[in-house]
C-alpha cells in the first residue's frame, strides 16, 4: 500500500478509536468482523471493506450502498468541496425511507461534533429514528452520520443499524458498523 494509502488509513482508524470511544459508540468487547471483501469506488477516490455475504450496490448521485443482514453503510461521494454544515444537514435526512415517513421527533445521541483530520474537516452526528413502516424489517433505528469535506472532495458515511441489535452488546452491531466505516481508504 502506498505510504499516503497507510497514512489516510490510519488517519481514519485513529479518528474511530477517538470518536468511537464515546459512549453513544462504545460497545462492549464484541470481536470484529474479518474484512474479507475490498470495494472501490468507481471514480478510484476511495475504498472500503466488508465482511463476507455484504452487498454492495449503486446508489444515486455517484454513492454506493453496502448491506449485511440488517446492518448498512451508505457513502454518498461528490467531487469538489461543498458546504460542510449543508452537507451533513442533508445526509442526516438521508433515512431508510423518506423523511415525511419518519417521526419528527428524533433522539440524538450528539450532534455536529466537529474536528479536523488530514485535510478534511469532519462533522458528525448520531440519532435513533422511527419510520411509519418497517424498512429492511425494523421500524427503529440508530443511525451515525460523518461528513468529511476536502482534498477536492465531498463524502457522507451513514451507519444504519436496527436499535434493538444496536443496544444489544451481543449482537456485534457496533463492531461490524465501527469496522466497516473504519476501513475506509482515501486513494486521492
Known amino acids: 500500500m502506498p505510504a499516503k494509502g497507510r497514512q489516510v488509513r490510519t488517519a481514519v482508524s485513529f479518528l474511530l478509536v477517538?470518536?468511537?470511544?464515546?459512549?453513544?459508540?462504545?460497545?462492549?468487547k464484541t470481536a470484529v468482523p474479518e474484512l474479507t471483501l475490498e470495494h472501490q469506488h468507481p471514480s478510484g477516490s476511495f475504498s472500503f471493506r466488508t465482511p463476507e455475504g455484504w452487498k454492495v450496490q449503486p446508489i444515486t448521485n455517484d454513492g454506493l450502498e453496502a448491506w449485511g443482514g440488517a446492518l448498512g453503510v451508505r457513502f454518498r461521494f461528490e467531487l469538489g468541496e461543498q458546504g460542510i454544515d449543508s452537507w451533513h444537514a442533508n445526509c442526516i435526512d438521508d433515512g431508510l425511507a423518506p423523511l415525511p415517513q419518519a417521526d419528527p421527533g428524533r433522539k440524538f445521541d450528539y450532534e455536529y461534533v466537529g474536528g479536523l483530520f488530514i485535510d478534511r474537516r469532519m462533522l458528525d452526528t448520531a440519532h435513533n429514528t422511527r419510520y411509519d413502516a418497517a424498512v429492511h424489517g425494523h421500524r427503529d433505528w440508530h443511525q451515525r452520520t460523518l461528513t468529511l469535506v476536502g482534498a477536492g472532495q465531498t463524502m457522507c458515511i451513514i451507519a444504519y443499524a436496527p436499535q434493538g441489535a444496536w443496544r444489544s452488546r451481543k449482537s456485534g452491531a457496533k463492531a461490524t458498523l465501527d469496522a466497516v466505516v473504519g476501513s475506509v481508504t482515501f486513494h486521492r
Do not use: D, I, L, R
Open 18 to 28: 477517538a470518536v468511537f470511544s464515546c459512549p453513544a459508540w462504545a460497545g462492549g
